[in-house]
Structures are given as structure tokens and as C-alpha cells.
């Protein structure tokens, strides 16, 4: 089980090198747009994004601890119930949320048993 976790921080840390190297590309990714007049949006995809992920993710392979495994498994779920309040609220049912839905909410799961062993 500690290695779906580790995975899921691989995962976490390749998605927070995407975001900080090719912020433009990640936001695509997502279904979102960056415009020349708003560089404000490119600074999202490497800041937020990228420093969030890649934080979170090398805290759990640098630092193994309960702590940071929680804080990568609770951040996924969180993500998937946000992405869940959205299909419902914001009538975004497209299987685009509904295949990132089950994605993020597997990465938070993945890391459960990681955050209660360590």
C-alpha cells in the first residue's frame, strides 16, 4: 500500500513540474485559458498550482511522515469533492470532471494508507 502512495506523490510532484516548466500547457490541460493581456493567469499555473503540488509531493518522498501523507491525501479528496460540488451546483456533468472526479479521488485514497502507517 505504501507504494500506490509514493505513486500518488510521484504523480502529485509530475504534475507540479508540468505546471511550474509549461504553466500555459498544464492550464490547457484543465480546460483553461491564458491570454496575453492577463499574465496574472500563467503565474497561477506555476505558483499555485506547481508550488502547491510540487510542496505536497516532495514533502512525502523526502519526508515520509504521517503528517505529509495526510496533507496529500486530504488535499486529492478535497479536490474531488470540490470538482463534485461543481458537477452538481454548476451543472458540470461532463466526463471530463466525471473522469478527473474519480482520478483525484483515487490519488486521495491511494495515499490513506501511507498517511495512517507512517
Known amino acids: 500500500m505504501i ?4 505513486l500518488s506523490a510521484i504523480i502529485t510532484v ?10 500555459r500547457y498544464s492550464l490547457g490541460l ?13 503565474a497561477e499555473g506555476r505558483g499555485t498550482l506547481a508550488g502547491f503540488y510540487l510542496a505536497v509531493g ?4 523526502v519526508t515520509p511522515s504521517s503528517a505529509a501523507y495526510w496533507a496529500l491525501a486530504l488535499g486529492w479528496l478535497f479536490t474531488g469533492c470540490g470538482r463534485g460540488v461543481s458537477i452538481v451546483l454548476d451543472n458540470g456533468r461532463t466526463k471530463f470532471n466525471f473522469g478527473s472526479i474519480l482520478f ?3 490519488l486521495g485514497v491511494a495515499a490513506l494508507p501511507a498517511a495512517s502507517a507512517v
Open 58 to 61: 516532495l514533502l512525502c518522498l
Open 30 to 42: 484543465i480546460h483553461l485559458q491564458t491570454t496575453p493581456e492577463r499574465p496574472e493567469a500563467v
Open 14 to 23: 509530475g504534475f507540479g513540474l508540468i505546471c511550474l516548466v509549461a504553466p
Open 104 to 106: 483525484e479521488l483515487g
Open 3 to 6: 507504494f500506490l502512495a509514493n
